[in-house]
């Protein structure tokens, strides 16, 4: 995913976050707790995206910073175990 791509997935679940919120409100004055409860669980994956999101961003400007300054950089899809951990 590239840097534009990341940053529009980030734009998308802060406006869903927003709306969770907004949601989540109505139904606790509605006496809805289920409903609530439900969408509380909805935003707090929303949070972990972007979190997750975030990082990603992070870490491709880190790599387009060290490839202008010449350093050689490949991403590697981490596969298995690394030394025994999983």
């Not at 679940?13 to 809805?32: F, P």
């Not at 949070?47 to 790599?63: A, D, G, H, P, S």
């Amino acid at each position: 995913m590239d840097l534009k791509s990341i940053n529009f997935e980030i734009a998308k679940e802060k406006a869903c976050i927003d709306d969770l919120l907004i949601m989540i409100d109505i139904h606790v004055k509605d006496g809805n707790l289920d409903l609530a409860t439900s969408r509380s669980r909805d935003l707090t994956r929303s949070l972990e995206r972007v979190q997750k999101l975030e990082n990603q961003r992070r870490f491709y400007i880190t790599i387009n910073s060290l490839a202008k300054q010449g350093v050689i950089c490949e991403v590697v899809k981490r596969c298995g175990s690394l030394n025994g951990v999983s």
